[in-house]
């Protein structure tokens, strides 16, 4: 279809503006990432949907584009974890610790890192990963290579300089074909929506109310695991733990992010700790977070 009727169809207003069915959707995304078009209609396009807003019916269309336009590789026992490509801003990584915890227990983390995209501004995965070496059951895939039409629209969407859909569609791009999942919501009424787009390519799907968007818990907050039509709510305290990290609200330098990872202090560590038991958690490795945090002894 012409890519006129897409952009119209976000674009002219609230009387005027209509959702994209699934066909209209895939197409749409199919058209964006080969670039097939104007730069100016990705962006104009990108800017009118994300102020529409976007359907779960229109995600996954876009979705299913993104899928074909991916290469996979299977990462057995594994969980794929979706953080925001926009990086952490604030609060140093948990992850690599995350990791190190989890090297016994038979469980490999998947992430997923490119270039920066908006609008946090953040240090990203990619950064991460080219800063410090990961441990073994970490595996990091890099857009460029696992899909290369996403990876190319990282300077058009840094241009826009706002979030768009495509912040939501590239953090569970399902490239390990992990049966299990985790991202980070910041509200209730987005747990519905992610299941909604992400639900059926996962066993079980975790959403946390993650420290910056990201699957890592900081502080008070609940965890939704969804399977099947059920959605099971937890609630969460770091304290329930003695835990008493103090979360910063202030930017952070690469420099101090990396220097807390290689001097952690006991808080820190574990807080990792309890992470890496709720991903034991989420996984059926475990059955209860307070389980899997004892079984976690030692890094």
């Known amino acids: ?3 006129h009727t897409y952009i119209k169809a976000v ?5 005027s503006n209509h959702d994209l069915s699934f066909e209209e959707s895939k197409d749409m995304m199919n058209q964006i990432l080969k670039q097939e078009i104007y730069p100016e209609q990705i962006a104009a396009f990108l800017t009118g949907w994300r102020l529409k807003p976007e359907t779960i019916t229109e995600f996954r269309g876009a979705l299913a584009a993104c899928d074909e336009a991916s290469s996979s590789t299977e990462v057995k026992n594994s969980i794929e974890l979706g953080y925001p490509f926009d990086g952490k801003a604030k609060n140093p990584y948990l992850l690599p610790l995350i990791a190190k915890a989890l090297k016994k227990s038979d469980l490999n983390l998947v992430v997923a890192g490119d270039d920066t995209v908006p609008a946090k501004d953040g240090i990203t995965l990619k950064q991460l990963y080219n800063a410090i070496t990961f441990e073994e059951n970490l595996h990091y895939f890099d857009r460029a290579s696992y899909c290369p039409s996403m990876h190319k629209l990282s300077e058009i969407r840094r241009h826009i300089g706002l979030r768009t859909g495509l912040n939501t569609i590239e953090k569970l791009p ?8 985790i991202t980070g919501v910041f509200h209730k009424p987005y747990v519905k929506k992610y299941v909604g787009i992400f639900g059926d390519r996962y066993k079980r799907l975790a959403l946390i109310q993650g420290n910056e968007g990201t699957p890592e818990l900081f502080g008070k907050g609940r965890l939704w695991i969804a399977e099947g039509d059920s959605i099971e709510e937890f609630h969460i305290d770091p304290k329930d733990f003695d835990i008493h990290y103090e979360k910063s609200f202030e930017r952070i330098t690469q420099e101090e992010s990396l220097k807390q ?4 202090t006991d808080e820190f560590l574990k807080l990792a700790k ?3 038991a709720i991903y034991l958690f989420i996984t059926e490795k475990t059955k209860s977070i307070q389980e899997g945090y004892n ?3 030692t890094f």
């Open 295 to 297: 079984s976690l002894t």
């Open 261 to 264: 990872l290689y001097n952690p």
């Open 174 to 181: 399902g490239i390990s074909k992990s049966e299990y999942a």
């Open 11 to 15: 674009g002219t207003g609230p009387k």
């Open 1 to 3: 279809m012409n890519f």
């Open 274 to 276: 309890l992470n890496a």
